[in-house]
Every structure is written in structure tokens, then in C-alpha cells.
């Protein structure tokens, strides 16, 4: 058996990165940028009032000062041909220019209007209200990539003025569930049979890491069978089987998989749940088996899965987050795998506690449901005692 760090990096060291390809702009949430984008503008492009008000000179800003008005400025208006002087000012409005010879604006609250003249009131704000030329950005300023289209990100390129955006394609990665005991919910399921559940919780963890993942039919637990779907998925850039990967008799998976032409980079890994997990390749093709009981394939699913998408669309540096807490309860010392434990994380006055659920079965979707975190137990760690700190890997 091999640690779960040294079979991350295997499993990294199989992965091909995505091709990038263009898109507008409104369909890049939750992509990567692929190419650094450079603005080749100035935001604002010029000095802009912040406020309603009018535009004048400091040197007018005294109380009682009455000025004439000489023009309105509206937003998406030019600058206006002629400055403002002394005695003089014009009617602003929030992210109009500012005209020439003005330096500040009084907003309209500090000002009675009377006819074509204001008089500024007895007191007044101090502040100048005025957003100068690239005070936000400049020109060439540059976002790098590659990093996560989030909303904020997504709006300050497109003040960049970016139409379209080169972002990696989203790996395409076909799950298959094994096992002449599964069927597809929404059906008749005998006593005899079960419903196939973790496939659609590795779906959406792979659909949340900004993959393409698709379920291809169940693959009944013969080798044919099994050769077939793997050779359909042959086309994809990530093959997720489920089940079938330990060592009983109708256990096929890596036995086709060998047919196929994949080489096997590695088989067991020292963690519980999650031990009789695989992962090779075939031209560019990367398999990795998942073990069957539902929890152990969703745990795998977060330590492995997250991270190879990452991998594969350019964010090679991406580890799971671990933070700390507190134990609630003591725990006994762990053995020679490293435990990835269903809990529950609260927080009380700013400090996490940590509470561990009692049953740790590998088959509790119930459990799993009810948790928000996987306490992180290393390899024969020494027994822990209640207020203990401890790591534990957040479940979105």
C-alpha cells in the first residue's frame, strides 16, 4: 500500500492538461483563465464625480459662497469645452466627468439652489468626491492566469473590456458504475438489489471542480461487459470506474482495464475508507477505480478527484485545504491508515470544535449526509484527548 500523498502525486503525474478555447465573457463563471489578460484602458478613463452635486474650484468652497451655474454634466456625457472659473460651477451627476479647472464637487445636500446660482451651505462635506483617471486600474494592467473565474474577477475584466476569454476546456470524465447488484433509481428495485447512489455524488463533486462528467450505463459484473464500457469511455480524459476494484472473484475491473491496454500505476492506498482504490493510463486516457461501499468512493472522490481537476485545467499547485479544531470527544490511537473520519464542525465565539460521529461505516450515506468535515487522522497517530487540535478537511 502506498500513502495518499504518494498516490496523489501519482495519479497528478498520469494527467494530461485540457486545451484552452475562446468564450464570451457571460458564460465564464466558474472556469479558468488560460491566458493573461491586459486592459488596454484606464478605469475610470477620466476623473469622475462620485456624487451628485456640482463641480467647482477648492478655492470656492467657502460657506455662504454663492456661485453661478454654468451648464449640467449627466453621466455618458463628454467633458464639457468650457472650464469652470472662479465663481463658477456646473450640475454633476454620480460618474459624470469632471470638467476642466474644477478640483472637487459639492454634493447636492451642501447647497441651496436658487435660480441659476447656488449658495454653499454654513457647513459642508470635506470630502472631494471626485474617482480620478485610473484610480481602479491602469493601462497594462494585467490579470495572470491561470486562476478561478469568480464573480468579481468576472466584472473587473469585463470593465477591462473583455469580450472573450481564452479559459481551459472542462475535462470530460466518464463515471461507470459495476456490479450485477446495482440499479438506476427511479426503478423496481428487488430485495435482492441496490440503488446505485455514490455515481451521482461523484458527479456533482466533478461538476463543482469545473469538469464534464457524464454516467454511462451499469456495467454488469462480467468482463465483457466491463472491456465495453471501458472502451466507450476511451474518448473521455478521465475514466471513473466504481466497484469492482478489490479482490473478489467478480472483481474484473483492473483485469479488463489490463486488457485494454492500460498500464496500472498503483493498487491500494493506507487510508480508511478508500483502500482498494487504482489508477492508470492508456494514451492520454487516465482510469482511476474507485472502491464500491458508497462512502469510501464519495471520501475518494474529495481527496482525489478536486484535485486532479484542478490539475488538469492548469491549477497544478491546488492541495485540499486543511484548517484545525478542537476535539469534543478523546480518540484512540489510529492504525497503520490514515483515517478520514465523518464529523461535525460548529463554532462557537470564533473557535472551531470538531465532533466525531460514533459510526464510521463505510456503507452510512446518512452519516456522510450529516457531516460538514473530515477529521484527518495520520498514519498510527497516538491517542487524542477531548480540546486536542486537530485537522480536518471541510465537505462542500
Do not use: W
Amino acid at each position: 500500500m502506498i500513502s495518499v500523498s504518494e498516490a496523489t502525486d501519482r495519479i497528478r503525474n498520469l494527467l494530461v492538461q485540457t486545451d484552452s478555447e475562446e468564450i464570451p465573457i457571460n458564460r465564464a463563471n466558474n472556469r479558468i483563465l488560460a491566458e493573461d489578460f491586459h486592459s488596454e484602458r484606464n478605469q475610470p478613463p477620466f476623473d469622475i464625480s462620485a456624487m451628485d452635486g456640482y463641480a467647482i474650484q477648492s478655492k470656492d468652497a467657502i460657506p455662504n459662497k454663492v456661485l453661478k451655474v454654468i451648464g449640467a454634466i449627466p453621466a455618458g456625457a463628454n467633458i464639457p469645452p468650457v472650464a469652470v472659473g472662479h465663481g463658477e460651477a456646473y450640475q454633476i451627476f454620480t460618474g459624470a466627468p469632471v470638467p476642466h479647472g474644477a478640483d472637487r464637487v459639492i454634493i447636492q445636500e451642501d447647497v441651496e439652489v436658487s435660480g441659476p446660482t447656488i449658495r454653499i451651505n454654513d457647513s459642508f462635506e470635506s470630502n472631494p468626491f471626485i474617482r480620478p483617471l485610473g484610480g481602479d486600474f491602469q493601462k497594462g494592467f494585467s490579470i495572470k492566469a491561470p486562476q478561478p473565474l469568480k464573480p468579481g474577477l468576472i466584472s473587473l475584466l469585463a470593465a477591462m473590456n473583455a469580450g472573450m476569454l481564452k479559459v481551459r476546456k472542462k475535462p470530460v470524465v466518464s463515471i461507470i458504475p459495476t456490479g450485477d447488484e446495482l440499479m438506476m433509481p427511479g426503478t423496481v428495485v428487488p430485495d435482492n438489489k441496490i440503488v446505485a447512489s455514490n455515481i451521482f455524488g461523484l458527479q456533482g463533486i466533478l461538476e463543482n471542480s469545473g469538469a464534464e462528467a457524464r454516467i454511462l450505463p451499469i456495467a454488469k459484473d462480467n468482463f465483457q461487459t466491463i472491456s465495453t464500457s471501458l472502451n466507450l469511455a476511451l474518448d473521455s480524459d478521465l475514466v471513473i470506474t466504481v466497484g469492482g476494484a478489490s479482490v473478489g472473484e467478480h472483481d474484473l475491473v483492473k483485469e479488463a482495464a489490463s486488457g485494454l491496454g492500460f498500464e496500472l500505476s498503483f493498487y491500494k492506498i493506507a487510508m480508511r475508507p478508500g483502500k482498494p482504490l487504482f489508477a492508470g493510463k492508456k494514451g492520454s486516457t487516465v482510469l482511476i477505480g474507485l472502491p464500491g461501499n458508497p462512502v469510501s468512493a464519495l471520501v475518494c472522490g474529495y481527496i482525489f478527484l478536486i484535485p486532479a481537476i484542478k490539475h488538469m485545467m492548469g491549477l497544478t499547485d491546488f492541495v485540499n485545504p486543511r484548517k484545525k479544531a478542537r476535539l469534543t470527544t478523546p480518540l484512540g490511537k489510529n492504525g497503520d491508515r490514515e483515517h478520514y473520519m465523518r464529523s461535525i464542525v460548529e463554532f462557537t465565539n470564533g473557535e472551531a470544535t470538531i465532533s466525531v460521529h460514533e459510526r464510521q461505516d463505510s456503507s452510512l450515506l446518512k452519516t456522510f449526509f450529516n457531516s460538514n468535515a473530515l477529521l484527518v487522522r495520520p498514519r498510527s497517530d497516538h491517542p487524542r484527548q477531548a480540546g486536542e487540535l486537530v485537522e480536518y478537511m471541510e465537505l462542500h
